[in-house]
């Protein structure tokens, strides 16, 4: 079975910066676009992030002009970079994989923003 494995969380500072990986254990069948959501204690999944295949990207209101998403689509994997961060950023973060026949979820990263 394939896997999404989440790395790049963990402790950062005020105002810092944080980049997520995101890499497939092998390859996606019907791949048709990647995304990344985040969850903060007591709150909703939200959505953060999401790319096309095609390298087409959108933004959700929380978190835009502060990340970027990105993909080695060859190397079946998305990118999530963070700027600026701030305390209301903690949360763990989670990478989905769109496929034709259904979503794969990463098992989430915990991001804590703390000085």
């Known amino acids: 079975q394939v896997q999404l494995v989440e790395s790049g969380g963990g402790l950062v500072q005020p105002g810092g910066s944080l980049r997520l990986s995101c890499t497939a254990s092998?390859?996606?069948?019907?791949?048709?676009?990647m995304g990344w959501y985040r969850q903060a204690p007591g709150k909703q999944r939200e959505w953060v992030a999401s790319m096309t295949t095609g390298g087409i990207t959108k933004y959700g209101d929380s978190m835009k002009g502060r990340v970027t998403i990105s993909s080695a689509s060859a190397q079946n994997a998305v990118y999530l970079q963070v700027h600026r961060v701030t305390p209301e950023d903690t949360a763990i973060y989670y990478c989905k994989f769109i496929t034709a026949w259904g979503d794969l979820w990463g098992q989430g990263t915990q991001v804590t923003v703390s000085s």
């Open positions: 092998g390859s996606i069948v019907g791949l048709k676009g």
